[in-house]
């Protein structure tokens, strides 16, 4: 063999970088992550190192605060899940869950799971 046939040689200098892949999380994850870093709060996002159930959706993407607060404004149509509730009120469930009927984080991931998101 030639030494213009030979394999050529790669070291970690000259091989490629692998391109990093990436998959979007589901919001119910989402949180799920947050609560791993954070403990629970009511009627505040963020409150000293505690988050609501937005709040640990907004940590587990992140720390993109826009992107929970856009996936609240979807959930504005939702009815809340609990029996005999009327939140006619509420401009979102999952802060009316939180605030409201004091879920667990975990609990609103579970139910957001429940639905698909």
Not at 46 to 51: E, P, S
Not at 55 to 65: D, E, K, L, S, T
Not at 72 to 83: G, I, K, Q, S
């Amino acid at each position: 063999m030639t030494p213009s046939s030979a394999a050529p040689t790669t070291t970690p200098e000259t091989r490629p970088a692998l391109a990093e892949v990436t998959s979007p999380i589901k919001p119910s994850e989402a949180i799920r992550l947050g609560c791993l870093t954070t403990v629970q709060t009511f009627g505040y996002y963020r409150d000293d190192g505690a988050t609501c159930a937005i709040g640990a959706m907004a940590v587990g993407f992140g720390g993109n605060m826009g992107k929970a607060w856009a996936f609240e404004d979807l959930t504005e149509d939702f009815d809340c899940p609990v029996a005999g509730c009327d939140n006619d009120d509420c401009d979102s469930v999952i802060p009316h869950l939180n605030d409201s009927h004091r879920w667990s984080r975990e609990r609103i991931a579970d139910w957001l799971e429940s639905l698909g998101l």
